[in-house]
């Protein structure tokens, strides 16, 4: 994708190092947006391959409200799962256990995936009860209801449960807007975003939640804008976006749902999937926990 290109060529180019929350140290550019008409194929990086079925499950997972890692790891996504961990070694029931080992334990032993899985209030929990609010219920009703509205906004930033997350909402607020002619728009203000591990993540997962929730109120998908406060280059991960902007973009895939008959809170991940994707090989690189 060109918008994921001029966004890192930006960072580096214009971006000042910054220290940061991991002490790993960045390459950090404050305040960026970038447009991607979803007519023109499913927005996904070619240049290296993004694990698709990652951000689905995760999706589901935050349409379906739960905040507990049992959801993912059962269905082999491990993408949140450092965070609990590192909880889990502050408590007393720590036995010396690695990462691997923890997550066997979340797998397969329900009681202590309840004690120790949890994330806090993240965001499915303030997509589906902010307060009392079923934000994303009341999101589907207005847009059915008043298109034209200018308060299709859903809000993961809940100041009042913060500190009782394990990690405060990156993706943080994002606001739907209707055309004349039936289009749906998604605009995400992203406070933060890692724009190795994270930002390609991020675009594909906002750009599916915009084809499921055009689907359900019967719209077009039409453009995904996505603005960044602070967007940054992990030091640790220099070695491997260079790589990658050495390498050409392809043809974008096409999203497929198999049963169009579903709700968005029925999709199952299986219902979900791309074609004709043909990405170049992954590059791995180390979260910033």
């Known amino acids: 994708m060109k918008q994921y290109f001029s966004l890192v060529k930006t960072?580096?180019?214009?971006?000042?190092?910054?220290?940061?929350?991991?002490?790993?140290?960045?390459?950090?550019?404050?305040?960026?947006?970038?447009?991607?008409d979803l007519s023109d194929g499913f927005p996904i990086l070619t240049t290296k391959k993004v694990y698709f079925k990652a951000i689905?499950?995760?999706?589901?997972?935050?349409?379906?409200?739960?905040?507990?890692?049992?959801?993912?790891?059962?269905r082999k996504v491990n993408i949140w799962n450092e965070w609990p961990?590192?909880?889990?070694?502050?408590?007393?029931?720590?036995?010396?256990?690695?990462?691997?080992q923890f997550i066997e334990k979340i797998?397969?032993?329900?009681?202590?995936?309840?004690?120790?899985?949890?994330?806090?209030?993240?965001?499915?929990?303030?997509?589906?009860?902010?307060n009392g609010v079923?934000?994303?219920?009341?999101?589907?009703?207005?847009?059915?209801?008043?298109?034209?509205?200018?308060?299709?906004?859903?809000?993961?930033?809940?100041?009042?449960?913060?500190?009782h997350m394990a990690l405060p909402p990156c993706h943080s607020l994002f606001q739907f807007y209707v055309t004349p002619d039936g289009r749906l728009?998604?605009?995400?203000?992203?406070?933060?975003?890692?724009?190795?591990?994270?930002?390609?993540?991020?675009?594909?997962?906002?750009?599916?939640?915009?084809?499921?929730?055009?689907?359900?109120?019967e719209l077009t998908p039409g453009e995904f804008i996505h603005t960044i406060g602070d967007a940054h280059i992990y030091k640790n991960h220099l070695e491997q976006i260079e790589m990658q902007l050495l390498r050409k973009p392809k043809k974008l895939?096409?999203?497929v749902i198999l049963d169009q008959s579903k709700s968005i809170f029925d999709l199952d991940p299986n219902d979900i999937s791309l074609?004709?994707?043909?990405?170049?090989?992954?590059?791995?690189?180390?979260v910033a926990v």
Do not use: M
């Open 185 to 217: 728009n998604l605009q995400l203000y992203q406070r933060s975003g890692d724009v190795f591990l994270g930002i390609p993540f991020n675009i594909s997962s906002y750009a599916l939640l915009l084809i499921l929730i055009a689907r359900e109120v």
């Open 11 to 36: 960072v580096l180019e214009q971006g000042q190092e910054k220290n940061d929350r991991t002490n790993t140290g960045t390459i950090s550019y404050f305040g960026t947006q970038h447009r991607f």
């Open 56 to 74: 689905v499950v995760e999706l589901l997972w935050f349409i379906s409200g739960d905040t507990n890692i049992k959801y993912l790891v059962d």
């Open 134 to 163: 079923d934000q994303l219920k009341e999101l589907i009703c207005n847009l059915k209801n008043n298109p034209d509205s200018r308060r299709h906004l859903i809000s993961s930033w809940n100041p009042a449960e913060i500190n």
């Open 275 to 286: 074609e004709n994707y043909n990405p170049d090989p992954a590059i791995k690189g180390k």
């Open 253 to 255: 895939p096409q999203l």
């Open 107 to 130: 797998r397969f032993d329900s009681d202590f995936a309840q004690k120790h899985g949890d994330l806090g209030p993240v965001y499915g929990k303030q997509w589906r009860n902010f």
């Open 85 to 100: 961990y590192e909880n889990y070694k502050k408590t007393e029931d720590f036995q010396g256990e690695t990462l691997e």
